[in-house]
């Protein structure tokens, strides 16, 4: 959770890297039962922001979607959802050349986290997004009482770093400073790295291990 991939984890502790592999997946459960049990314990959300950031798992040509929840104000990671997406733009075409079709669950992995925060929330509660079209009916069919408020998108103030927005106040800002330090604090999410998710169950156990360590310790 700061930084260190599990080939280096494995030299650090002396240990094999298949024993670490195998001791990542044994916390994530621990990790998930205590991100639920921290959170039934707080008080219930009256705001959260709502958006997507995108990895890949083995190659670019396999996108990966990571919908994530944070509490506005304290920046509290209130869940997260990893989901398989079909490579867009000029990787498209080779994409589905090479792999062939690739399913989009983005949709199915939005309602499943929605679901969950549904549960920590207040009726009238305040979700804040960008302009992204498919999440006003979504929220909607899960938040009745919900307000909804949508925010125009804003360049990254760093190339490559869209997480951080360029220039005076974001109303954005707890989820983008959050999925900032994921991308600061998770190897295989950093920037121009060579460590990369080679399977997708590993980039949820690792996001599930940094949630809870966010919430205790850097939020």
Known sequence: VSGVSLRRLSILLKISRTTTARKLF?????????LRLSLSRVSRVDSFEFDDME???????????ISLAVESKTRRVLGFEVSQ?????PLAKIAKQRYGRRPDQRLIGRKRLLRFVRKLSKRNVVIKSDENPHYPPLIRG???RGEHLRYKGRRGC???QGELKRGGFDPLFSLNHTAA?????VNRLFRRTWCT?????????HLALYSVYHNQNLK
């Open 26 to 34: 044994f916390l994530r459960k621990l990790a998930q039962d205590d």
């Open 197 to 205: 998710t080679k399977k997708r169950e590993a980039l949820t156990a």
């Open 55 to 65: 990895t890949f798992e083995h190659s670019k040509l396999k996108p990966l979607s």
């Open 181 to 185: 330090m994921f991308r600061a604090n």
């Open 142 to 144: 899960i938040f009745p």
């Open 158 to 160: 760093v190339v490559g």
């Open 85 to 89: 997406m079909p490579a867009n733009g």
